[in-house]
């Protein structure tokens, strides 16, 4: 306790010597939160220096640090012989904090009536997975990751001027890799485009909503695939998009049903490489369809690749893009398959008419992505890494799809029928016919979560109610080594016979027990 020189006493000041917080910055909160609580009054003398430091078991440095910070941000003021005073601004009307229980029992703040509107329409993205294990989506084989080439190169670019590292970024992107994305998808993806159509953006989402911004109008008609990408409908959703639940089957999008349902569309959205989540590939006559339709409804679409590099299963089909002899179709591309999450960062390829409406809203609105991460970015492809590290991860996700299959058909017979993928990092499994023990997506999940397994249900991805036939789980395996996906394969069989004691139904023979 800290006696003042008007006698009353500073009772709440406790200084923890073994927190990672300074000592200086513990007292200046302490002081602050009694000045600002009015404990301290207007005008009221502080301790001196050495008597609070005396008192609390500081070097007198200590508290003069807290002072001086309580000085600069106009809370007391000194007088020269006479000490600290509580600064007489304080006398000044402002509002009165409430009491805590107070503030529980208030009206919860008025939000806008589109976000309002809109929020209960947003799938929940916070539990996107950090690490990889059996069977978590969307993560690459970060074991397999060349880090000492990354590495190098990014000391390289913290070596160069200053002025390039530091400053703001170019708002479209980083030159030299807007260049390098335009080479690649010439080489790689029989695109034939500029690198002046080519824009860098925070991930994917940021592409998707910078689409939704520059095309849509609140209540717009837009096909979506469903089940579908889970980012990219949160970002249409976001921008008031009216989103038209269409069915996928074996060929992808199902057209038809799109012009029944919305014959006057404003944008589709796509993932005809490998579908979201179900993986399908989309075959070349529904592409010209889809293209087709677009013309003449004179609508746009958004053809999101997110991991299309990868193909494995023999010659993959060309890009929605690469046949777009309309030029209706906005690319969307992404690193965090290709490389790694964190990086976010991303790339649309706009058809030319687009090209000055999104330079001049970029330009507007948004002031780039970091330099030095397209900088790295540009050199890693520039030198060859990229396209050999694409090779190399198709060959290990390949193995890795076996390896799946392979345990599969040991360990799950008769239970989940898991589908063969020609590209990507994951795939489906789909519950057997009548089998009603595991026709619950919601139960298998969490019977399997219970054995350290994550599964994500098919109807998730959902808007509207999937056919039977594709209810399911989606199984992730780029991440994830042979000897885990076997581990994990064995605990997901565990997991459905879990579901069946509780439903009292008999085990299949054929498993081998966890």
Known sequence: MVKRAGGAL????????????????????????????????????????RTLARELKLSRT?????????????????????GAFVSAALSAPRPRALPRKATLLTQPPRLAAAVQQRLPHLADRSQLPRAARAFTTALPAFDEFPMAQWARLAARHWRSQRAGVMGYGEPLGHAPLREAIALHLR???GIVCDAAQVFIVGGAQQAFSLVAELLLDPGDAVWFENPGAIGARNSLVAAGARL????????????????RLAPGFRLAFVTPSH??????????????ALLQAAEEAGAWVIEDDYDGEFSFGGEPLPTLKSVDAGERVVYVGTFSKSLFPSLRLGY???PPALVPALEALMCRVLSGVPTHSQAVVAEFIGEGHFAAHLRRMRRLYAERHEALHSAAATHLEGALRVARSASGLHTVAHFAPGDAAACD?????AAAAARGVTLAPIGRYAIAPVPEAQRGVVLGFGGIAPGPI?????????????????????????????
Not at 244 to 253: A, F, K, M, T
Not at 275 to 287: I, Y
Not at 441 to 445: F, N, S, T
């Open 187 to 189: 080489a790689n993806r």
């Open 275 to 288: 579908q979201q989540p179900l993986g399908v590939v989309m075959s070349l006559t529904r592409r010209f």
């Open 441 to 445: 997506e919601h139960a298998l999940v």
């Open 486 to 514: 076997d581990q994990g394969v064995r605990a997901l069989a565990a997991a459905l016979d879990d579901l069946r004691r509780a439903q009292g139904r008999p085990q299949p023979s054929a498993r081998v027990p966890a």
């Open 244 to 259: 038209v639940p269409v069915r996928v089957d074996e060929q992808g999008l199902d057209v038809l049903e799109g012009l």
């Open 348 to 350: 649309l390829l706009a």
């Open 10 to 49: 500073l009772w709440s000041i406790r200084i923890d010597p073994h927190s990672s917080r300074p000592m200086s910055s513990q007292l200046h909160h302490a002081l602050r939160e009694l000045i600002l609580a009015g404990a301290i009054a207007v005008g009221e003398r502080l301790p001196a220096s």
């Open 62 to 82: 200590t508290v003069i640090e807290a002072f001086d910070r309580l000085t600069a941000e106009g809370l007391i003021e000194s007088r020269v012989g006479a």
